[in-house]
């Protein structure tokens, strides 16, 4: 019985400080750095001009976006929107982020003007 007390308090323990989903979290960023490591490799296939759907199908979902808008009031779609894919390396433990910036050639259509490599 006595056993069975102390368990249950090492769990509410472990519950409270966050323990396990630290630890489930973890679990499913490695996973994710697994599959990453095959699109980092062909980040390397990236062309100015590909459209949002070509660089979705080459690198999968982006893991942050973000939309800058420098449009007139004639044409509020001009602006650049970033896609942000990250990767953790296993052997350095450090992240790896591709920053991919498209630009709009008209409203809804979104082409890569460029992309940067960041280590963290």
Known sequence: MRLLLLAMLVAVLLAGSGWFSHAS?????AVAGASGAVAE?????????MTLEEVQQLLGKPWRTALA??????????????WTYTWISNAS???RSL???FTAKAAEQWAVSGWNWSTY
């Open 99 to 101: 920053n991919i910036e």
């Open 41 to 49: 490799r062909a980040a390397v296939d990236l062309k100015q001009g």
């Open 69 to 82: 808008s420098n449009g007139s009031a004639a044409a509020p779609w001009q602006g650049t929107l970033r």
């Open 25 to 29: 979290a973890q679990a499913k960023r």
């Open 93 to 95: 433990a450090s992240e």
